[in-house]
């Protein structure tokens, strides 16, 4: 079992930034594939990005690309999200997602074993 909560959420106007957190305990860290979802109301959950067990491959969706960082740090068993150029759109319910299969790196949010319990980022135009 992994545990995984995720903090750094907030309100914040168009164009700022935020940096959320996902701090992971139970199995070894370093073996999962750490991943980024968000879900909007209304809408369906999404891929945002994921990042590599040893944090050298990552995968970003269009609407994050050049915009949001993913990266982690096996020794604090934490992964982050670094999001600038913030809009409104990005505005929902944003969950971290680790993966048991070490090899390569899925959208797909049902690929993904173990679930943190979301953090909610509000972009005010």
């Known amino acids: 079992q992994v545990q995984l909560v995720e903090s750094g959420g907030g309100l914040v106007q168009a164009g700022g930034s935020l940096r959320l957190s996902c701090a992971a305990s139970?199995?070894?860290?370093?073996?999962?594939?750490m991943g980024w979802f968000r879900q909007a109301p209304g809408k369906e959950r999404e891929f945002v990005t994921a990042?590599?067990?040893?944090?050298?491959?990552?995968l970003y969706a269009d609407s994050a690309k050049g915009r949001f960082t993913i990266s982690r740090d096996n020794a604090k068993n934490t992964v982050y999200l670094q999001m600038n150029s913030l809009k409104p759109e990005d505005t929902a319910v944003y969950y971290c997602?680790?993966?048991?299969?070490?090899?390569?790196?899925?959208?797909?949010?049902?690929?993904?074993?173990?679930w943190g319990q979301g953090t909610q980022v509000t972009v005010s135009s």
């Open positions: 997602a680790a993966d048991s299969n070490p090899y390569g790196i899925r959208r797909s949010p049902q690929r993904y074993d173990y």
């Open positions: 139970g199995r070894t860290f370093s073996n999962y594939v």
């Open positions: 990042i590599s067990w040893s944090g050298g491959n990552t």
